[in-house]
Nanobody, 115 residues
Framework: QVQLVESGGGLVQPGGSLRLSCVLSVSIFGLYDMNWYRQAPGKQRELVATITGRGTTRYTDTVQGRFTISRDNDKKTTYLQMNNLKPEDTAVYYC?????????WGQGTQVTVSS
């Protein structure tokens, strides 16, 4: 049974930082592209960041320069470091692992940015 577990969400003031973690328990983690999505109330789910098995990264424009996605293949873990958080970053953040037809999703973790 494959497990994808994410953690690290919480309440933070504007300008603060959070680090999300996502563990994907598969045999060869390095074969999977890892993604972070987010969804705010009343809005569509948005792709925030992607990191391939080789380490190539991509970000949506609104988080470029503030967020950093990374991975540790030995630990089968992907991270999303979020700096200089803004109220508009408030959302449920979902970790996703994808390889061909395989598509795994985390349970979601709430990130709230508010003073």
């Amino acid at each position: 049974q494959v497990q994808l577990v994410e953690s690290g969400g919480g309440l933070v003031q504007p300008g603060g930082s959070l680090r999300l973690s996502c563990v994907l328990s598969v045999s060869i983690f390095g074969l999977y592209d890892m993604n972070w999505y987010r969804q705010a109330p009343g809005k569509q789910r948005e792709l925030v960041a992607t990191i391939t098995g080789r380490g190539t990264t991509r970000y949506t424009d609104t988080v470029q320069g503030r967020f950093t996605i990374s991975r540790d293949n030995d630990k089968k873990t992907t991270y999303l470091q979020m700096n200089n958080l803004k109220p508009e970053d408030t959302a449920v953040y979902y970790c996703n692992g994808k390889r061909f037809g395989l598509d795994y999703w985390g349970q979601g973790t709430q990130v709230t940015v508010s003073s």
